[in-house]
């Protein structure tokens, strides 16, 4: 008979974390129990309970590191297109939809589990330094633009922000029933060149 691990699991917090994942993975962040969790990770359900209060505490962990990443990947799409405004731009957006494709587990937690960023201070703090680079690279770029013009940042942001969820939950992650002819990549890259040549940021085509 296999014992089990229990208290004594070595990094049992993260271990429930992994498993977590997983189980959002496959079955949404409502689609799983603690129990599940546990048994996934290999400890008693009673084990779960020294670390976290329940199912949201633990997808809220997940949230809070997912937005670590998140925040980090942005930052360094920032970083990476500089001097050009606009090429760090495009480079955040494009960024948005790796984070979607290489931790779906983690943007399920973020943004589809009705998880509240202001859950826990940390939360919120690392949640708040993702947005804050998106509204930062926006605020770059409109200065580009015409004061008369120029829309706010968090307005700007947000706009590419919606734009980027959408290509996402519609093309990136196979929804049932949505299909595309065109890459995700594309259609983001195509929608924001529109946004920007309507906003004067880009030229015209000829």
């Known amino acids: 008979m296999v014992k089990k691990r229990g208290y004594h699991h070595g990094n049992l917090r993260q271990a429930l974390v992994d498993a977590a994942l997983g189980l959002i993975e496959e079955k949404g962040p409502t689609g799983f129990t603690l129990s599940e969790a546990a048994k996934t990770a290999g400890v008693t359900p009673a ?9 949201e505490d633990l997808i809220a962990e997940i949230a809070q590191q997912g937005y670590e990443v998140f925040a980090d990947l942005l930052d360094y799409a920032y970083s990476k297109g500089q001097p050009s405004a606009l090429a760090s731009f495009e480079a955040v957006g494009r960024a948005y939809l790796a984070f979607a494709r290489k931790y779906p587990g983690h943007y399920v937690a973020m943004f589809e589990s009705s998880i509240s960023i202001q859950r826990t201070p940390d939360l919120y703090k690392v949640a708040t330094r993702a947005h804050g680079v998106l509204e930062h690279a926006a605020g770059e770029l409109s ?22 969820h959408g290509v996402v ?9 949505t299909k595309s002819p065109f890459p995700p990549e594309d259609l983001l890259e195509t929608g924001i060149g529109i946004y920007l040549r309507g906003l004067g940021l880009l030229p015209t085509d000829s």
């Open 47 to 55: 084990a779960v309970y020294r670390h976290f209060e329940g199912r």
């Open 143 to 164: 200065q580009h633009i015409p004061a008369q013009n120029r829309p706010p940042p968090q307005m700007f942001a947000a706009h590419i922000w919606a734009m980027s």
């Open 169 to 177: 939950e519609l093309f990136a992650r196979n929804s049932p029933g």
